[in-house]
């Protein structure tokens, strides 16, 4: 019985002070989890809000969420990207301590970033914050992407509807072609004949307004390329006549290449400085025959990174510009690519220039 009046004397005495201490140490704790649990679920929700803002474009989502996520516990964060043929770099923060990686791969047709994050060791446990959040922000990308992804196809789809739309204007201006020829031939009477000339004063001009509508839409590529021999030079000094740009041109070449697929690339390409310049403007134009590529140099002063970021510049149905679709270096690149052709796009910062340029490669026709 001597122990237990001894443990009463020090409860007595110490003992309360201990307990008390132990209380307040779990108070902490549980006040310190829940905090933790608040900013976890907080920091998440942002992620998630900083997306809805930037529209789920997966760039700008990127760019937006390094403020939080080093917030986080992220010291570093870097990522290769590859976004529709342009590939690039992007760096956010930096350290020198030694650190905990944590790498992942987002990759949807031709999107893909290869990320690496740097945490402190805490970060190595599963329940961190750091690594939670770098998981969220992993998720929240790659939906991202697929998002994008499915944004193109809608888009496609929707040009295969229009595409049918065009067909079907194409048959009513052939119907009405038809029909104006058919009174042509019957009209004798020559109040008959003012009367038909009266109409098609008024209705003429409207049908070739809606003809020239729709065949700036119809160009399609043929299934089977044929070669021609082209003159580089007449070509892209027509298509600048056409589009009201003043160049300069050095330089030509003659070549053996599909002429359709040339046309629309160069078209796809020249209306971009119609679209981005302020028309006064001269494109410095270079074109260069080698015994096995040739190369075309469209070189601009107008046109800056601020107006198109080199990262979106080839990216299908992205545009600032409100007469465009944001298509037209998509599918010069893509057209390009048939013929193994390449189209580059480079930025001068040092004398504020861009650059355009078109490879491909060439064989002599007798070759061919």
Not at 190 to 214: D, G, H
Not at 284 to 293: G, L, M, N, P, S
Request: proline share 2%; hydrophobic share 45%; with cysteine.
């Amino acid at each position: 019985m001597e122990w237990i009046q001894a443990a009463i004397e020090f409860l007595s005495s110490e003992g309360w002070f201990l307990i008390l201490l132990l209380g307040i140490v779990l108070v902490v704790l549980a006040l310190y989890f829940r905090y933790q649990t608040l900013k976890l679920r907080h920091s998440i929700s942002q992620l998630y809000k900083i997306n809805e803002n930037c529209q789920q474009d997966a760039l700008e989502f990127f760019h937006q969420s390094w403020p939080l996520l080093n917030r986080s516990g992220c010291l570093e964060l870097e990522a290769n990207v590859n976004w529709f043929g342009e590939t690039f770099k992007i760096s956010k923060g930096s350290t020198l301590d030694q650190t905990y990686l944590y790498a992942f791969t987002a990759s949807v047709d031709d999107m893909k970033f290869k990320v690496s994050a740097y945490l402190s060791y805490s970060g190595q446990q599963p329940e961190s914050i750091a690594r939670v959040i770098l998981i969220t922000f992993q998720h929240i990308l790659e939906q991202d992407l697929m998002l994008k992804q499915s944004q193109i196809l809608i888009s496609q789809k929707r040009l295969e509807r229009y595409q049918l739309f065009v067909q079907h204007e194409i048959k009513n201006i052939a119907q009405f072609l038809q029909l104006l020829s058919d009174q042509v031939q019957t009209i004798e009477a020559e109040e008959a004949c003012n009367k038909l000339m009266n109409r098609l004063k008024a209705s003429v001009p409207f049908m070739a307004q809606r003809a020239k509508r729709t065949l700036s839409q119809t160009y399609q590529p043929s299934q089977v390329l044929q070669n021609e021999w082209i003159n580089i030079e007449s070509m892209i000094l027509d298509i600048v006549k056409v589009n009201a740009l003043a160049a300069q041109i050095k330089g030509e070449a003659n070549v053996y290449l599909p002429r359709e697929l040339m046309l629309e690339v160069f078209k796809n390409i020249l209306n971009n400085f119609r679209d981005h310049g302020s028309g006064n403007e001269v494109l410095k134009i270079r074109v260069k025959k080698q015994a096995d590529e040739l190369s075309v140099q469209i070189e601009s002063s107008e046109i800056s990174l601020q107006q198109v970021p080199i990262e979106r510049m080839f990216e299908p149905f992205w545009t600032n510009s409100e007469s465009g679709m944001g298509l037209g270096l998509f599918l010069a690149r893509e057209l390009l690519k048939q013929i193994d052709g390449l189209v580059t796009f480079r930025s001068n910062t040092e004398n504020q220039t861009s650059l355009f340029e078109v490879s491909i490669p060439i064989k002599d026709a007798l070759n061919q």
